[in-house]
């Protein structure tokens, strides 16, 4: 596991972290993001090699909700990683969008069932 000690001015390798004036801080919290997205999709898979393994993907509308994106992610994920694909509602810092469309959220895993033996649906 990587712990940030960074120098005042300085963001973390992943770049999701900024030491302002000696304390450090998210710099992407209430943001949609995939800075470290390469560093958690290598974690998936190495964790799936000895344990249990499942994920879950939030879909936000104008976000993520494209059909060759779901795809691309069930691909990636392989038939024995369960998937949990999730209805977003807006909250907190995201209140601009609007909820997810029920039925694209099933498209979306139905898509998935191609790819993945186990996709449940979230939220719904």
Same mark, same amino acid.
């Given at each position: ?64 909700? &494209?059909?060759? =994106?779901?795809?691309? $992610? !069930?691909?990636? *994920? #392989? ?21 997810? &469309?029920?039925? =694209?959220?099933?498209? $979306? !895993?139905?898509? *998935? #069932? ?11």
């Amino acid at each position: 596991m990587h712990h940030c000690n960074l120098a005042p001015g300085q963001s973390g390798i992943c770049g999701a972290r900024k030491n302002e004036n000696g304390t450090i801080v998210c710099v992407n919290y209430g943001k949609i993001t995939a800075l470290a997205l390469d560093l958690v999709l290598a974690l998936i898979r190495r964790a799936a090699q000895t344990c249990h393994v499942e994920f879950t993907t939030l879909i936000v509308p104008g976000e993520n909700d &494209d059909p060759a =994106q779901m795809e691309e $992610l !069930a691909k990636w *994920a #392989g038939p024995d990683i369960p998937l949990h694909v999730t209805r977003f509602f807006p909250r907190y810092h995201m209140t601009e969008k609007d909820a997810t &469309d029920v039925q =694209q959220v099933y498209r $979306l !895993a139905n898509l *998935a #069932g191609k790819y993945v033996k186990h996709v449940f649906v979230g939220n719904c």
